[in-house]
């Protein structure tokens, strides 16, 4: 009975020996005696008890990485604290097993290292500029030593750039010096399109008032012209109708009566004005000549009346 018992231990333990389940997105490195002798899948694995062991376990999932702070010297030698996070992945695990006796603390040290000769190269300014440089320019130092270790850099990000004090005060008031000069220039750009648009709107209102006083000018023009023209018409009329009436029988005459009546008119005027020295002509026979004709004719017209 005791056989049995023991003999029973002892096949359990070969079974929990000999047969190892590897999670999903792991890999476990079994070696044989102490010789790699290949890698455990996702599964139901199976191993020679006693003889096989596994010797490492990865797992195959992207693992993000925290790098220390570190203080780096500028190109113009200015300090900046500065940390970082780093995203890497197992591609290899038998070399992540056996390339280096530590991947993670090789990947943190060669990342820290990398980091300080990048900022190096470049001035205070840069730095805050060209982060996406920095993080490239890292992920690509780092995934080519890498590979000797099994293991793939994803990417790089750095979390804080800190410089020091006086050096964040200086910033500050540079800063706040160019929003100071921004506003001032949008300001003085301000008044000038102001007089720009000022000295605009008063030439175009300059053209608008000589364009109306030209066009008044014109149609001035145009009416006096238009008010000549039609006295012209009418006297050209008149003149045409009085010609006509003369040219008709008793026109002359008709003519003569009305000269005659004009001048009558005239010198009786001029006669009932007691202020007004009358200067008789000196050859009154036409005058007497013209009245006569006519009352004669105003005679003739009232007899035929």
């Known amino acids: 009975m005791e056989v049995a018992f023991a003999i029973l231990i002892i096949a359990g333990i ?11 997105q792991n890999a476990w ?43 780096c010297i500028t190109k113009d030698n200015t300090q900046l604290k500065v ?17 280096s006796s530590n991947y993670v603390l090789a990947i943190t040290q060669l990342a820290q290292t990398t980091l300080r000769s990048v900022i190096g190269r470049l001035e205070l300014d840069k730095t805050f500029e060209e982060r996406e440089m920095i993080n490239a320019q890292v992920v690509n130092a780092i995934d080519e ?5 099994g293991v793939k850099v994803l990417r790089y990000e750095i979390k804080d750039l800190t410089p020091p004090a006086e050096i964040l005060r200086a910033m500050q008031a540079q800063i706040t010096a160019e929003r100071e000069k921004r506003a001032l220039i949008a300001a003085s750009e301000g008044r000038k399109q102001e007089q720009i648009n000022i000295a605009n709107g008063e030439r175009e209102a300059a053209i608008a008032r000589s364009e109306g006083d030209k066009q008044a000018e014109i149609n001035r023009a145009q009416g006096e012209a238009a008010a000549i023209l039609a006295v012209a018409e009418a006297s050209a009329q008149a003149i045409e109708r009085i010609a006509q009436a003369i040219r008709t029988e008793g026109g002359e005459a008709a003519v003569q009566l009305k000269v005659a009546e004009k001048a009558v008119e005239a010198y009786a005027r001029v006669a009932a004005d007691a202020n007004t020295t009358l200067i008789v002509p000196g050859n009154m026979t036409e005058v007497s000549n013209l009245i006569g004709s006519a009352m004669k004719m105003i005679k003739t017209a009232q007899a035929s009346g």
């Open 145 to 149: 030593a890498a590979l000797n270790w």
């Open 29 to 71: 490195v079994k070696e044989r005696l102490g010789k790699y002798a290949g890698t455990l899948t996702p599964g139901l694995n199976f191993l020679v008890p006693f003889i096989d062991k596994v010797a490492y376990k990865h797992s195959l999932k992207e693992i993000p990485l925290d790098v220390p702070e570190q203080i």
């Open 14 to 24: 070969f079974i929990v020996k000999s047969i190892k389940v590897v999670p999903q």
């Open 83 to 99: 940390d970082g996070i780093l995203y890497f992945q197992v591609t290899d695990p038998m070399r992540a097993s056996y390339g």
